[in-house]
């Protein structure tokens, strides 16, 4: 922790600066770390050929498991079916949406030499998972 309470992150370059973002939003950081240990039920690091890692996260009082994936947009975007609205509602995606979305952060964010970033999380039931 440094002197204003705050820890600080360190690892790779990426995963320090998601964690000083979310810690300046006033996210609580280090508390979301916390609850997540020991239900961590499988994890696949970052490889640069597939350009994600993955993590998967079992909750028992909810019957659940959550797969949570990070990386590049371009290979995130086209696999997923939904996305939220801004009021943070559910929505659906379709293949228009999901090349407007691919083509705008490709296009605008990439092209300027910004790293870009996609988060994916799917649910699956216990068993879901298991089998």
Do not use: W
Not at 74 to 80: G, I, P, Q, R
Not at 84 to 98: A, K, T, V
């Amino acid at each position: 922790m440094d002197n204003k309470a705050y820890y600080k992150p360190v690892g790779n370059n990426t995963e320090v600066a998601l964690l000083s973002f979310l810690q300046a939003a006033e996210i609580p950081v280090h508390d979301l770390i916390r609850e997540k240990i020991g239900k961590i039920e499988y994890q696949i690091s970052f490889s640069s050929v597939r350009k994600n890692s993955a993590i998967a996260i079992k909750y028992e009082d909810r019957d659940l498991v959550r797969v949570f994936v990070k990386g590049a947009p371009e290979t995130l975007v086209n696999s997923c079916n939904s996305t939220f609205d801004l009021g943070g509602y559910p929505s659906y995606l379709n293949e228009d949406e999901q090349k407007r979305i691919a083509g705008s952060v490709l296009g605008d964010f990439c092209k300027r030499g910004l790293r870009c970033l996609a988060f994916a999380y799917r649910d699956f039931t216990i068993e879901e998972f298991e089998n």
